[in-house]
């Protein structure tokens, strides 16, 4: 039994192991290629909509999407990571950075995707995921990008939703990068993680549904 129980360990330490040193393969790649893209066709926005597993998930497959990478934003303290985040001290909430071509695809259409795959009605929650570090946000970087935000909550989320919209706007001070583990989380881990299964997965289907049009010619 205690072989047993050994090999186990070893098997999920090299597993945790490989899908960290993936990430991190993935996020410099990523970081390369958005390098040497001209300013003119790339555009980021940062999005709070709940575990940004989930909202990750969304964006890697939209077209005209370059690079999607989970963090945090929007907390008081000088640095961030899980564990703090998670307590719901810090004031931050886990983001996804999108970085995307604005000729491919308006910031407006990103923003239709953002209400239509999360509830931006309920405060500091998302189904069993609660808490301030879970709040429904946009993080814009100027004013053009709050405009487009503003007029998106008036003219998009609240013809969607019947309920208040309680999504915050908030400038972009700070974006940490989360943990390498968390990084291309459901690509890598998938229905592994019985959360991917129950949560992300439908999510994601529901969405290559409804927005077919958007998606990426694999």
Known sequence: MKNKLFALSLGFLFFASACQNQARINAQTKDMKTDKIAATDKESITLAGGCFWCVEAIYQDVEGVYSTVSGYSGGSDIDANYKAVCSGMTGHAEVVQVTFNPKVIALEDIL???????????????????????????????????????????????????????????????????????????????????????????????????????????
């Open 112 to 218: 239709r995707i953002f209400w239509s795959t999360h509830d931006p009605t309920t405060l500091n929650r998302q189904g069993a995921d609660v808490g301030p570090q879970y709040r429904s946000a946009i993080f814009y970087q100027d004013d053009r990008q709050k405009a487009i935000a503003e007029k998106s909550i008036k003219e998009v989320a609240s013809t969607l939703w019947d309920d208040p919209i309680v999504t915050t706007l908030e400038p972009l001070v700070d974006f940490y990068p989360a943990e390498d583990y968390h990084q291309d989380y459901y690509s890598l881990v998938g229905n592994r993680n019985s959360y991917c299964t129950f949560v992300i997965t439908p999510k994601v289907t529901k969405f290559r549904k409804e927005f077919a049009d958007k998606l990426k010619k694999h």
